[in-house]
């Protein structure tokens, strides 16, 4: 039989300390009336804490930007509202014994389930949803610095709301994602080019912003 018991063991790395090693993965609920969680987001979490979750990932929670959604009911990281609903969650969490962060998000030019909020102009970084697909504005250099700002500051709320970790969506297709490729990523400024390392550009300044870090290129940290 395999051997489990690793997963049952602490788990720490810098100011992170987790009971055990189990992570709830991030997972998207549509649950979020008018973009703030509520009182049932919070029992909701609160309640995987209480069954000993090592680490929450909350679904993903969109920055500051106006088309970072792509359906009704995922949860802002921004606002007023939405970050006292969040700070709730987060007090509930800790109540239980548990650790959570939340998965910052921005969905690009991937359209929702639900066809949610057409009048509002999708971005992305080449006006495409997939090799040859057109969908999406391409984004000017400004919305792409905007953008930036808006991940370090939901990182910053994160901090500043109580959450313990946060993690960066840069997978599955969606904002981060469509810089990384070359079919969803044409541009020929210093966010395209030929490599993955020239089109990770955004991905490191996203990063760097949320991290606190001074300026991209990264510099190198001491320990
Ligand atoms: C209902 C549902 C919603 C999901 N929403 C998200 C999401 O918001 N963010 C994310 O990164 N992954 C999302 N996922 C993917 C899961 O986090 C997870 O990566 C996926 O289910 C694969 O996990 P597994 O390999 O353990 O099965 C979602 C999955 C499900 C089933």
Same mark, same amino acid.
């Not at 909020?117 to 919305?143: F, K």
């Not at 969606?174 to 079919?183: K, N, S």
């Given at each position: 039989?395999?051997?489990?018991?690793?997963? &049952?063991?602490?788990?720490?790395?810098?100011?992170?300390?987790?009971?055990?090693?189990?992570?709830?993965?991030?997972?998207?609920?549509?649950?979020?009336?008018?973009?703030?969680?509520?009182?049932?987001?919070?029992?909701?979490?609160?309640?995987?804490? $209480?069954?000993?979750?090592?680490?929450?990932?909350? $679904?993903?929670?969109?920055?500051?930007?106006?088309?970072?959604?792509?359906?009704?009911?995922?949860?802002? &990281?921004?606002?007023?509202?939405?970050?006292?609903?969040?700070?709730?969650?987060?007090?509930?969490?800790?109540?239980?014994? =548990?650790?959570?962060?939340?998965?910052?998000?921005?969905?690009?030019?991937?359209?929702?389930?639900?066809?949610?909020?057409?009048?509002?102009?999708? $971005?992305?970084?080449?006006?495409?949803? =997939?090799? =040859?697909?057109?969908?999406? #504005?391409?984004?000017?250099?400004?919305?792409?610095?905007?953008?930036?700002?808006?991940?370090?500051?939901?990182?910053?709320?994160?901090?500043?709301?109580?959450?313990? #970790?946060? %993690?960066?969506?840069?997978?599955?297709?969606?904002?981060?994602?469509?810089?990384?490729?070359? =079919? #969803?990523? #044409?541009?020929?400024?210093?966010?395209?080019?030929?490599?993955?390392?020239?089109?990770?550009?955004?991905?490191? %300044?996203?990063?760097?912003?949320?991290?606190?870090?001074?300026?991209?290129?990264? %510099?190198?940290?001491?320990?």
């Amino acid at each position: 039989m395999t051997d489990v018991s690793a997963l &049952f063991q602490p788990f720490s790395i810098k100011s992170l300390s987790l009971k055990n090693r189990i992570v709830m993965a991030p997972m998207t609920r549509s649950s979020a009336p008018g973009g703030v969680p509520g009182e049932a987001n919070a029992v909701y979490y609160r309640r995987r804490a $209480e069954n000993h979750v090592g680490l929450i990932l909350s $679904e993903g929670t969109v920055v500051d930007r106006p088309a970072a959604r792509n359906e009704g009911g995922i949860p802002f &990281f921004h606002g007023e509202m939405a970050l006292a609903g969040w700070r709730r969650v987060i007090e509930e969490v800790h109540v239980a014994g =548990g650790k959570m962060g939340p998965q910052i998000w921005h969905v690009g030019s991937v359209p929702g389930l639900g066809g949610w909020e057409p009048d509002v102009p999708v $971005e992305s970084p080449s006006g495409l949803v =997939g090799p =040859g697909q057109p969908r999406g #504005t391409v984004m000017s250099e400004e919305a792409i610095a905007d953008t930036v700002a808006a991940f370090g500051r939901a990182a910053a709320d994160a901090r500043s709301v109580g959450f313990d #970790t946060l %993690e960066l969506h840069g997978a599955h297709g969606y904002l981060i994602d469509q810089f990384f490729w070359d =079919g #969803t990523n #044409t541009r020929e400024d210093r966010y395209g080019g030929a490599g993955v390392k020239e089109r990770a550009r955004f991905a490191a %300044e996203v990063v760097a912003a949320a991290s606190n870090l001074p300026s991209f290129p990264l %510099e190198p940290v001491a320990p």
